[in-house]
């Protein structure tokens, strides 16, 4: 029967687990990988978490409260941490670990919904040896632990309209890089409030409640450009910070022409959109041609 819960999410996985077999070979590597998933599980029992679930050389657990997330993320770092200072025959590897704290629902030992890709991306947006979790999450820390966070990023979210806020938790505050303590995220100055972008007799705009649209052959694109050099999922515009950034997911690459004559090619790489313009998917796209994107940002 499935329960409706808010619990604090907790993924941690291995830093680059496919080098490790490429360089260490299988059995080797499969032993790192083996020891780091017992690290992060013993962690998890200690501090009276939940571990729901391991995928490969990644571990999905819960928590009730947000400071045993935190206890045991702390606890999994020093371990693998320490573990690198034995002197043993031992591969160095290191693991990455989001969290974020929200509404769940648990059916048959798993949990889905909503906050658990949240969990997921703030995962993706660690660094080696990094703790990253949501600015929700550190609201419900106690002063101890939220003491030693700070904020150093925010991101969008795949089913969320605003931004998320980064923060790390120092869990070794001693060896933490300098940083100005106040980002000022919230008091950015923008100049555009929304891109209009046209292609053909369709026009979409990317703002504050529409943070993203997708551009590509595939049918379930927000704009739907086809051709033969054109990827399913060619580009996407996307307003982060305050900007309009034109990131290529594509084989052959994003040409961007500005009004004002500049030439931008982007391949598997981000650029940001100003002013007007117009986009060509795969290949160069003129004025007026028949594959021709237009943008303008708009105040």
């Known amino acids: 029967m499935a329960k409706d819960l808010e619990v604090a999410i907790l993924f941690a ?18 032993e790192t990988v083996a ?14 978490g939940t571990v729901i679930k391991t995928i490969g050389d990644e571990v999905m657990c819960t928590f009730a409260s947000v400071d045993n997330a935190m206890s045991a993320a702390a606890q999994m770092q020093a371990r ?66 939220a003491a030693q966070t700070r904020q150093i990023d925010i991101a969008t979210v795949r089913g969320r309209i605003g931004e998320v806020a980064l923060f790390e938790l120092l869990w070794q505050p001693d060896e933490a890089t300098a940083m100005v303590p106040t980002l000022g995220w919230e008091t950015r100055t923008q100049t555009a409030t929304r891109l209009i972008v046209s292609f053909r007799d369709k026009t979409v705009e990317v703002t504050d409640l529409k943070k993203y649209i997708n551009m590509g052959r595939a049918d379930d694109n927000d704009l739907v450009v086809k051709g033969n050099l054109i990827s399913r999922i060619h580009a996407r515009i996307e307003k982060r910070r305050g900007k309009f950034m034109l990131i290529d997911q594509s084989t052959n690459g994003t040409f961007l022409q500005t009004a004002t004559g500049e030439e931008t090619f982007v391949r598997r790489d981000s650029t940001e959109l100003v002013g007007e313009g117009i986009i060509g998917l795969g290949r160069v796209a003129k004025p007026g041609t028949p594959l021709a994107i237009h943008y303008i940002c708009e105040d």
């Open 13 to 30: 996985d291995v830093v680059g687990s496919t080098q490790l077999y490429d360089k260490f070979g299988d059995t080797k590597a499969s």
């Open 35 to 48: 020891r780091c998933l017992e690290v992060m599980k013993d962690a998890t029992h200690k501090f009276n």
């Open 80 to 145: 693998i941490s320490a573990d690198q200072d034995t002197g043993e025959d031992r591969i160095p590897v290191s693991i990455r670990i989001g969290c974020h704290f929200g509404p769940v629902v648990e059916e048959q030992n798993d949990i889905f919904g909503a906050a658990v890709h949240t969990a997921n991306r703030m995962t993706s947006q660690a660094k080696a040896s990094q703790i990253v979790m949501s600015g929700t999450t550190v609201e419900q820390m106690g002063s101890e632990w």
